[in-house]
């Protein structure tokens, strides 16, 4: 090292035989140790453009991160966020693979190192794209939910006994929240007005979502986008960038209600489809149940009402599952402290 030139990326002073350095894991840049110890994590919020009650709005970062060398820039423009030669650089990006419909798969890494999506198939071509390059990866992962968020603004206001059994607390029968966007949709909505619900086209805040799952016995999940007219281009776009889905119908897309749905302790009925995402986090008949039809939703909706405490241990299975793995803490500490 005597004979070279080399200088530390953030003193820019030279780098002796014997200093104790780090070296960057993805474009090899070396720093003195002392120089490293002193740089602090640098979190980006690049969720303005994000939808106005986006989920991701409500995610904390900066109360769980540990690590000193990570830059983490999060929401719709997060892929655009400047490279820090001196950091490690995450994006997280939960628009894929819905947003492939009016953009590309950024294949090119320029602005980060790792990405963490929760589309495994975006992921899956992705690393297929960048085999040679020097560690850059994409990870599949779950939607986060900041649990001191949600305490602090909902479960301390009502002093709710998370993880009870029965909670006395479910005064709604069954609920779905999402836009009426698909002819699914609307039979979800003709099933439940059977019942004393509470259906929710537009949620008028985040805080107003997560009290009607709080106060809901089932919710209703779907995790896939259809193709119908209305989007029918962005079908072909996404089909062109992903060719997995070349044949198909519909598209796999886990949204953030499977995890809220969990983290509220509601009974899920989660539609059932062609890829069945959800068992990749929950357990079907411990966690959830699935049903195949309108049909079939309207008689387990009828089932669990008419004996709510028999079936009350799938929703408290969800949350103890949620609580112990897809918390934020857990989304920091298994896929961002880890650098």
């Not at 960048?130 to 968020?149: A, Q, R, S, W």
Request: net charge positive; charged share 25%; hydrophobic share 35%.
């Amino acid at each position: 090292m005597d004979n070279k030139k080399i200088n530390c990326n953030v003193c820019l002073n030279k780098i002796t035989s014997g200093s104790i350095i780090f070296i960057h894991p993805f474009n090899n840049n070396i720093i003195h140790n002392e120089c490293y110890d002193k740089l602090n994590s640098l979190v980006v919020n690049c969720s303005d453009n994000n939808y106005k009650y986006d989920p991701v709005k409500y995610l904390n970062f900066n109360n769980y991160i540990t690590s000193k060398n990570i830059k983490i820039s999060w929401g719709l423009d997060s892929i655009k966020s400047k490279y820090n030669n001196n950091m490690i650089n995450i994006v997280v990006y939960f628009e894929e693979p819905n947003y492939l419909g009016i953009q590309d798969i950024d294949y090119s890494c320029d602005n980060y190192d790792i990405k963490l999506t929760l589309c495994k198939y975006t992921s899956q071509e992705f690393n297929k794209k960048n085999i040679n390059k020097l560690n850059k990866k994409c990870y599949n992962v779950f939607f986060p939910i900041d649990t001191v968020y949600l305490k602090n603004n909902l479960w301390n206001k009502y002093n709710y006994k998370l993880g009870t059994c029965i909670p006395y607390w479910k005064k709604i029968n069954v609920v779905y929240i999402g836009h009426e966007m698909y002819k699914l949709i609307t039979e979800f909505k003709q099933i439940m007005n059977k019942y004393n619900n509470n259906y929710i086209l537009s949620v008028p805040d985040y805080l107003s979502k997560m009290d009607s799952y709080l106060h809901s016995k089932i919710a209703i999940v779907h995790n896939i986008l259809i193709c119908q007219d209305n989007n029918n281009d962005i079908f072909k776009n996404i089909k062109s960038k992903l060719p997995i889905f070349k044949d198909k119908d519909n598209i796999p897309q886990i949204k953030s209600r499977l995890f809220e749905a969990a983290s509220s302790q509601c009974i899920i009925l989660c539609y059932r489809d062609d890829y069945n995402l959800i068992e990749d986090y929950f357990k079907e008949g411990e966690d959830f149940i699935y049903f195949d039809s309108s049909e079939h939703l309207d008689k387990l909706i009828k089932i669990i009402l008419d004996d709510y405490e028999k079936y009350s241990y799938i929703a408290l299975n969800a949350y103890k599952k949620f609580i112990n793995n897809y918390t934020l803490k857990h989304f920091c500490d298994k896929y961002i402290n880890i650098y």
